[in-house]
């Protein structure tokens, strides 16, 4: 069964550097999608990707985030200058929007951690 | 924007019937995902409703009713590997993306 996949599974870094989450979507999806988990919290959606370009972001998502698709396959989360509260489950899903269900399929999320 | 309220945890004993509650209040409703999460994982999809009434999937059925902007997960013949969070997410406006709830944890004990 295709699968949505991540990398790495944690990640463990100094406050105030840079991170960079990947992501391959499942291949004939056409929509992509990172959210974050803090932990104990709900799920939050952080931006969506269509097309090439941002389709929709929530507030969280601010200067500090940018997402790429630099090829046909991956799809990454960056976090420029990471602070401890971007201490969280990281994550990506995708859709097919063709699908009557439109369901977003999770990959299993990189666990980050800002110290 | 949009509101979603489930309890915040339940118990059910194994071999039981459950029903966990979501209501949400929205603008342009799509329609309402449920999905199941375990502990350190992610999230997956269980069922997704757009239309008013029960749509049963083996142990796990789901009911909306959009008028009332209420739905239900009911779990039957619970097994102790059911316990985990259960999380309404709604679909609204022109959107695909798809919005959570905090989630309802689950404790299945013998």
């Known amino acids: 069964e295709p699968e949505v996949t991540q990398t790495p599974s944690h990640q463990v870094t100094q406050m105030g550097q840079e991170v960079i989450l990947r992501c391959v979507p499942i291949s004939n999806h056409l929509y992509f999608y990172w959210y974050r988990q803090i932990l104990g919290q709900k799920v939050e959606f952080l931006v969506s990707f269509y097309n090439n370009e941002i389709s929709e972001k929530s507030e969280i998502f601010d200067d500090q985030f940018s997402v790429e698709r630099p090829d046909g396959s991956n799809f990454t989360l960056k976090i420029r200058s990471t602070k401890l509260e971007d201490s969280a489950m990281y994550f990506c899903a995708s859709s097919d929007p063709g699908q009557v269900n439109t369901e977003a399929f999770f990959g299993q999320g990189t666990r980050l951690t800002v110290v | ?110």
Request: net charge negative; charged share 15%.
């Open chain 2, 1 to 110: 924007g949009q509101n979603i309220d489930q309890p915040t945890e339940m118990t059910a004993t194994e071999g039981a019937i459950v029903q966990i509650n979501c209501t949400y209040q929205t603008s342009g409703f799509n329609g309402l995902f449920w999905y199941q999460q375990h502990a350190g994982e992610a999230p997956t999809f269980l069922s997704y409703n757009v239309l008013d009434g029960l749509e049963e999937k083996g142990r796990f059925s789901s009911f909306l009713s959009r008028s009332k902007g209420y739905s239900y997960l009911l779990l039957k013949e619970l097994q102790m590997k059911d316990s985990a969070s259960y999380l309404c997410a709604v679909v609204s406006g022109g959107s695909y993306i798809p919005t959570f709830g905090r989630g309802t944890s689950l404790i299945v004990h013998p």
